[in-house]
């Protein structure tokens, strides 16, 4: 009889394979919390076999096991490839749009997908780091490396000048001319679209978008305007469309004697129109106008960043499962009486966008995983 160690519990896949390897033998699986629990158990006992996973066809190679069995003075007998296949579960009656929340193996939700596991940020600012995955640059060569916000042009800061003044709006501007993913794309025939947080030029600059190579854009081309989720306007293409939000500059702090704990003291930071509500109403726009031709869509939306501003249902769904928490008052713009509860809320609610933009991709028929 064959002895196997395993990381895992009956029926899982380490599971199979132990019994898949010996096809025909006895076999007595001896599972463990973890790999390196299984890794000292076969340590221990020379007559223990093992089964680890080594390498993931979509996820690649599970270093942390290469890293075990280098260090180990284990032998490797022989390999079992295993098709590995998820299905969604879910209680009798129950429908697809019934569920609020997927507990799943990560390789599960990665099936249908690509997983960027080494990616890096040219920067750790905003504008440096957008010119650089505009640009394909580094930072060493880049024409962006701060959050420059060019205050020689007056009092940029104050949203109310903003409001009446639009040269007062954006960051310092990429180069005319300068090769973008738009430009580049645009040259190869596609329809172009920028759609969300912008901040390498302002409207009055040679570095809108409009002018790197996208054809259509909808957003903040300011930077500071993305300081709140209910702006009194965005920017589509080369005008303002003003929103049916009044202006509430950042930084903005309770009123005075206001109670921090009582969520009403919070109204005035929600407006009507929340920005990426917006936003996402143009990118299914943008994909129904161009579903016939190839089109590259570049969505950059704001969230979740700073201020802590989310649609109420979301936000109370995650009050009830983490339960009450501290508010914050000065920090992030604008305060928040549930942050913890409002970040994980914006997550929820941009992942849904992103199902509603996939599931109209499918109803158009342009819905391909190359």
Known sequence: MKRITIQGIAGCFHETAA???????????????SFDEQFACMAADPELLGVAAIENTIAGSLLPNHELLRRS????????KLRISHVLAALPGQQVTDIREVHSHPIALSELG??????????????????GLLTG???GHAQIRANDEMEWRGDVWNHEAMLRDSTLEGQAPLEAGTPTLG?????????????????V??????????????????GCICQRQAHTYYPPFLWQNDRRVYLDNELLPPGTPLDAGADPY???SYDKYTQRTYSPDAMYDQVLEFVNANKERPFFLMWTTPIPHSPMQAPDADVQYYVRKFGDEQPIEGKG???SRWPRATYAAMITYFDRQIGGLVAELKRLGIWKIR
């Open 183 to 199: 430009s580049v794309m645009q040259q190869a025939g596609y329809a172009t679209a920028m759609i969300g947080k912008w901040g």
């Open 114 to 131: 690509i997983r960027f596991t080494d990616m890096y940020s040219a920067a750790p600012l905003s504008s440096p780091a957008r010119c």
């Open 19 to 33: 019994h898949g390897s010996f096809p025909g033998e006895e076999v007595e699986v001896l599972p463990c919390v």
């Open 201 to 218: 030029g302002g409207p009055a600059t040679e570095g809108t978008p409009n002018k790197m190579g996208f054809g259509t854009y909808y």
């Open 137 to 139: 640059r580094h930072a």
């Open 262 to 264: 009582d969520p009403r």
């Open 333 to 335: 713009y604008f305060p």
């Open 73 to 80: 003075t284990l032998t490797v007998i022989g390999e079992y």
